[in-house]
């Protein structure tokens, strides 16, 4: 998990994605890439090839050495999965093309494996994807047992609220890092 949220923080480097809208937009565009779009207005067919053999080479050689990084929706789905909690720069503010609001993650759902108690009375979470949540107030959780599946869920604010599936009240909790 660590390893996501270092990815994720090294990715405001540069950022492609297959977007069409992502194309039109040359301010967002790297040089590299737009040199492969450039390479659609050669009329020659001989210049064409050669121009996109040229281009997909520096493109190629750009990715390699992390000049470029290349991320589709799916891995971009997976990294707002990963960091879902945690007071990160948003994925979107990092690629603005997929920044819609329909993007954003707005709960998982996820099982708890463990439970513990602290001293302080508040509930820490342990989830079966290696995530920790700590409960924020120190209620007595009465409705959540290992092996739920629960929905977190974001709350006003920046908060989150886990629900059981066995009912009654939310329980305000934070992500642990």
Known sequence: MKYAIAAIASLAMLWTTASPAAAQDTATTPAALEAVYACANETDQARRLACYDSSVAALRGAQSSGDVVAIDRQNVEQMQRDSFGFNLPS???????????????????????????????????????????????????????????????????????LSSPRGGMGHRIRRQE
């Open 91 to 161: 994925i979107s503010n990092l690629i603005p093309q997929i920044g819609h609001e329909d993007n954003v993650v707005r709960s998982i759902d996820v099982t708890v494996t463990r439970m513990s108690l602290s001293p302080t009375g508040r509930t820490t979470f342990y989830m079966s994807d290696d995530t920790v949540w700590v409960q924020v107030n120190a209620e007595r959780v009465r409705n959540v047992r290992v092996g739920d599946t629960v929905a977190i869920e974001r709350a006003s604010l920046g908060s989150f609220m």
